[in-house]
């Protein structure tokens, strides 16, 4: 199967869905605002603005609550900054994009609670015209000079492809581990480079000049990526997998063959190739760091959400779980005792381990 096909959320409501267990994303998107809202007064009193017309596009946008969350966070910095400067109110083009596989449908339904809600907290009916674009973004998506403002938040991660000849070299591993030799290190830094640096290159074409990107990726803060603990999240995995291959109850042939196009860039390498790619310039490149778990500083929890793991886990098949199932055409059943497994193994390892947080690069560029 194509990995456009291939890379999306689990769909729908359900437990098991994305919309259901995308708390850290949008705590994510929320720890961003500061850096939205400077960037967006940067657009709407640069020179280069005119008009009251806004075309916005959210890449690698997904399906549930966090899809419509940060277009209102974009719609409301705008707005803001657009008023503070004494300017007539703008209308906004919409652009949701993601992979054909996403979930589109739920998103277009909710689309009418959105615009109302909207209404209320802003106090007046801004015009909001939305579109879905279906496609990949290390590709063109828009025409030429078109956009004014692009985020995407969790996506830049995830490659176009799994990089060429892993299979013999990565057994043992479903994407960089501790144990993967120095030419797996080379191959996804290398699909990275070429990857991301395609996208900059579309992006250019398609803001106008003064234009601005911000996005948030999971990286790292060293060069050395085996010292990432993001990297135990997927070699748990990993572990788990290997156990259920060995009581046949996933094939060991597709499990060798399995690595995930997933890669974590540090914060030099995602700036070198900015500068290599020449249309941007950096407002701001930060590095922070989130918790594993999304819960981490809730009290009064149900007790099942009290359990890490368990917490860990949901967000992590919610993720994964669409990718697992077309590698090994694994049926509900087996789903289920995978992510079984990985709970436990999670929450043990939970126990034992200061390091629960992810890395997070957040780049705020302006279009020269």
Known sequence: MEMAHMLHMNGGTEDTSYAANSLLQRKVISMTRPIIEEAAMGLVSSSNFSGRNLAIADLGCA??????????????????????????????QVFLNDLPGNDFNSVFRSLHGFTEKMKQELGIELPMFFNGVPGSFYGKLFPSDSLHFIHSSYSLHWLSRVPPGLEEMNKGNISIGSSSPPGVLKAYYTQFQTDFSFFLSCRAQELVRGGKIIFTLLGRRCQGPSTTPSIHLLELLSVVLDQMASEGLIDQEKLDSFNLPFYMPSPMEVETEIQKQGSFTIERLEVWESNWNPHDMEV???????????NVARCVRAVMEPQLVSQFALQRKIADEVFMRYRVILSNWMCEKEAHHYVNVTVSLTKH
């Open 63 to 92: 399906s549930g609550p966090n899809t419509l969350f940060a277009v209102s966070e974009l719609i409301k910095a705008l707005d803001k900054a657009s008023r503070k400067l004494g300017h007539v109110s703008l209308e906004f």
């Open 300 to 310: 009064n929890l149900p007790e099942t959400l009290q359990d890490g793991g368990h």
